[in-house]
């Protein structure tokens, strides 16, 4: 464990001696916030964010309501699964090695193997957003894309994980987190957060996550597609996820952009894109259109 790291909390193990078969308990303190990298292997996977092995987390995503969902994870304790967690907790070692290929391995799974007994929940990013999302574009979105659109799901799914692990990383080194978008470079990402600490804030972490979506959509190829496949993108979220600000943000930084690249030599029709970005998001927020549709269709008839 880093010497960087701070112990708080306490958890009851057993450990028995190789000349005695009585367990004898001891208190056991974990608190380990240095991150080990993924296995790059798993990027891409719906998985590495959280692996579905508890049945109550299996349950309560049929839910009907985004709202109930979000709230649900950001109270659920994913210790209170006693046997998922001593599943969890015979493999540590391998849990928390770095680049470990264990069947069972997630940044989730990583998280609680590194945190035993000191009150510190994995971000529930993880599972509201992370891997709900992955798994609504791979099963909704994914058959209704082109080709093109297939591939830049693909594409994107594997830059949103990566940049997640490049800021992780950073934030490993120091205050500093650095993720750079290489088409447009103004849509680069850089945040201060305490050493150690992105993680085990999950308001941080969701803020940082949100903030990486903008990049990695766009480097994705998200401007090259055509219009069609843009506006079923646009059509997949959640009306209810729209009330959320950093959603709002990410839309119109995203919008923007893609509008740029499509209007090319016919910049001065879309002059005041932000603008018209941010009240074709407001009217179609209200009309229970999504976002990025309203914003695309209303900035695309300045073309014509």
């Known amino acids: 464990m880093s010497t960087n790291d701070d112990v708080?909390?306490?958890?009851?193990?057993a450990y028995t001696?190789?000349?005695d078969t009585q367990p004898v308990a001891v208190n056991l303190q974990i608190c380990n916030k240095h991150v080990p990298p993924a296995n790059e292997a798993f990027l891409g996977n719906c998985e590495?964010?959280?692996r579905p092995l508890h049945d109550e987390f299996i349950d309560k995503s049929g839910v009907a309501s985004w709202e109930a969902l979000k709230a649900w994870a950001t109270t659920w304790n994913p210790f209170?699964?006693?046997?998922?967690?001593?599943?969890f907790l015979a493999n540590r070692d391998e849990m928390i090695a770095p680049d470990s290929a264990h069947s069972h391995w997630s940044r989730h799974a990583n998280f609680m193997m590194r945190h035993i007994g000191c009150g510190h929940l994995p971000p529930d990013y993880?599972?509201?957003y992370g891997y709900y999302y992955c798994y609504t574009y791979g099963e909704r979105l994914q058959p209704r894309l082109s080709d093109a659109g297939k591939t830049w799901l693909?594409?994107?799914r594997y830059l949103l994980q990566s940049h997640i692990e490049d800021g992780l990383k950073d934030n490993m080194k120091g205050n500093e987190i650095t993720v750079v978008c290489r088409r447009y470079p103004n849509r680069t990402v850089q945040m201060e957060v305490t050493q150690y600490e992105l993680e085990v804030d999950p308001i941080t972490f969701k803020t940082f996550a949100f903030n990486t979506h903008v990049p990695a959509y766009l480097d994705a190829g998200l401007a090259d597609l055509p219009i069609t496949d843009l506006m079923r993108i646009g059509t997949q979220p959640n009306a209810e996820e729209w009330l959320d600000e950093e959603t709002w943000n990410q839309a119109v930084d995203s919008g923007i952009e893609v509008v740029r690249d499509k209007a090319k030599g016919a910049w001065d029709a879309v002059s005041n894109?932000?603008?018209a970005?941010?009240?074709?998001?407001?009217n179609g927020a209200s009309e229970g259109v999504s976002a990025v549709e309203q914003a695309l269709s209303r900035l695309m008839q300045k073309l014509r």
Do not use: K, M
């Open 80 to 87: 209170d699964n006693v046997d998922v967690f001593l599943r």
């Open 277 to 282: 970005v941010s009240e074709a998001i407001y």
């Open 8 to 13: 708080l909390g306490a958890a009851d193990a």
């Open 126 to 128: 993880y599972i509201s």
């Open 17 to 19: 001696t190789t000349d």
């Open 154 to 156: 693909e594409d994107a």
């Open 48 to 50: 590495w964010y959280y």
């Open 273 to 275: 894109a932000p603008q």
